[in-house]
């Protein structure tokens, strides 16, 4: 014969372990890496979606403080072409007034001959 609170404390093991298999089926189900995947992916969408969102609301209010956001946003991303640019129009700006004071300088410090007057042949 064996004693009633053996018997008791078995069938309270045997329950325990039946909950325990469940709950670690459920954690399998839960863990596998394409249901982990499919959960990142809508968290991601859903707040991408809420991003999104705000950044709209933000702009609907401030629509001259984010124009100049993404000016200042495109001019850094473009700085180099933009630098380049600047170069070349000022060195183009500097050149042309080379260009026209050279002539001038050039003209003062070449001596003229002087003029002979033209005469009539004679034939």
Avoid: C, H
């Avoid at 968290?43 to 609907?60: C, H, Q, Y």
């Avoid at 260009?99 to 003229?112: D, T, Y």
């Amino acid at each position: 014969m064996s004693d009633p609170k053996v018997e008791a404390a078995r069938i309270e093991v045997e329950r325990s372990r039946a909950q325990l298999l469940d709950t670690a089926k459920l954690l399998q189900q839960r863990l596998q890496p394409g249901k982990l995947s499919r959960d990142a992916w809508e968290s991601a969408k859903m707040k991408g979606a809420d991003l999104a969102e705000d950044a709209v609301d933000a702009v609907r209010k401030r629509p001259y403080t984010a124009g100049g956001v993404v000016a200042a946003l495109a001019l850094f991303i473009a700085r180099e072409p933009v630098m380049d640019l600047i170069g070349k129009a000022t060195d183009a700006m500097t050149s042309k007034k080379r260009v026209a004071k050279a002539p001038a300088k050039a003209a003062a410090k070449i001596p003229r001959a002087p003029r002979k007057p033209a005469t009539a042949k004679q034939t």
